[in-house]
């Protein structure tokens, strides 16, 4: 148990380091390109380098929500749920840590909403409470689906690392300008903790929303899709 919680420590660090990373010190520099679509890619490529590194020891979480919906289409123990939970979202913690210490050293540096996610005021693109709750909902839906699918006996073998890299990449795409996409608690849960801005108090919905959506995913593969669970 205890390489695979820090297998989880390991790869939800490296998601947020990098993800968050990528937008909290290089999207700001019109010069290196990344901007939305770079912080895209920077979220998939992590997800997927971790997926080959440590998955084959925890199953690649990374992600209480992901953790959640694997429980719920009985591909998970739910006894160790909440161990995984608590070395995500500390992985995740210490990644926005170090991270803050990296990016404190700039002298122009000013916190704001450090790569946080968040609907209203907080939005990218001002969006409503309820369209970010249902974007989140939907998409981390459909990532559940993109995983179980990916992993499933009848999917080509040693594939899902990739699936599931581009997978995060196209969700990051069509949700960064509406939450700064979370699909993942313990991402959003390191970033709010640094922002200096409203981020935490609007933390509840970027527990809620991807566990629902996770959960949905979960039952929308076993009842419909699934053919060798």
Same mark, same amino acid.
């Given at each position: 148990?205890?390489r695979?919680?820090?297998?989880?420590f390991f790869?939800?660090?490296?998601?947020?380091?990098g993800?968050?990373?990528s937008?909290v010190?290089?999207?700001?520099?019109?010069?290196?390109?990344?901007?939305?679509?770079?912080?895209?890619?920077?979220?998939?490529?992590t997800?997927?380098t971790?997926?080959?590194?440590?998955?084959g020891?925890s199953?690649?979480?990374?992600?209480?929500?992901?953790?959640?919906?694997?429980?719920?289409?009985?591909?998970f123990?739910?006894?160790?749920? /909440? +161990?995984?939970?608590?070395?995500? @979202?500390?992985?995740?913690?210490?990644? %926005? #840590?170090?991270?803050? $210490?990296i990016?404190?050293?700039?002298?122009?540096?000013?916190v704001?909403?450090f790569?946080?996610?968040?609907?209203?005021d907080?939005?990218?693109?001002?969006?409503?409470l309820?369209?970010?709750?249902l974007?989140?909902?939907?998409?981390?839906?459909?990532?559940?689906?993109?995983?179980?699918?990916?992993?499933?006996?009848?999917?080509p073998a040693?594939?899902?690392?990739?699936?599931?890299?581009?997978?995060?990449?196209?969700?990051?795409?069509?949700? /960064? +300008?509406v939450?700064n996409t979370? @699909?993942?608690p313990a991402?959003?849960? %390191? #970033?709010?903790l640094? $922002?200096?801005?409203?981020?935490?108090?609007q933390?509840?919905l970027?527990?809620?929303?991807p566990?629902?959506?996770?959960?949905?995913?979960?039952?929308?593969w076993?009842?419909?899709?699934?053919?060798?669970?």
């Open positions: 148990m205890t695979k919680l820090a297998a989880e790869g939800t660090f490296w998601l947020v380091f993800g968050c990373g937008a010190l290089a999207a700001g520099f019109p010069q290196l390109g990344i901007a939305f679509a770079g912080v895209a890619l920077a979220f998939g490529l997800v997927l971790m997926a080959y590194a440590v998955g020891i199953g690649g979480h990374f992600n209480p929500a992901v953790s959640l919906g694997l429980a719920v289409a009985n591909r123990d739910w006894r160790e749920l /909440i +161990p995984y939970w608590i070395a995500q @979202v500390v992985g995740g913690v210490v990644a %926005a #840590a170090v991270l803050y $210490a990016a404190s050293g700039a002298p122009d540096f000013k704001g909403g790569a946080s996610n968040g609907y209203g907080l939005s990218p693109g001002h969006y409503s309820f369209a970010a709750f974007i989140e909902v939907v998409l981390t839906a459909a990532f559940l689906i993109i995983i179980l699918g990916s992993t499933s006996k009848i999917a040693g594939f899902a690392p990739i699936a599931i890299g581009l997978g995060l990449t196209l969700i990051h795409l069509i949700s /960064i +300008p939450t979370s @699909v993942n991402r959003s849960t %390191a #970033a709010a640094f $922002a200096q801005t409203g981020a935490l108090s933390l509840w970027f527990w809620v929303a566990l629902i959506g996770a959960a949905i995913g979960a039952v929308i076993k009842v419909l899709l699934a053919s060798d669970e």
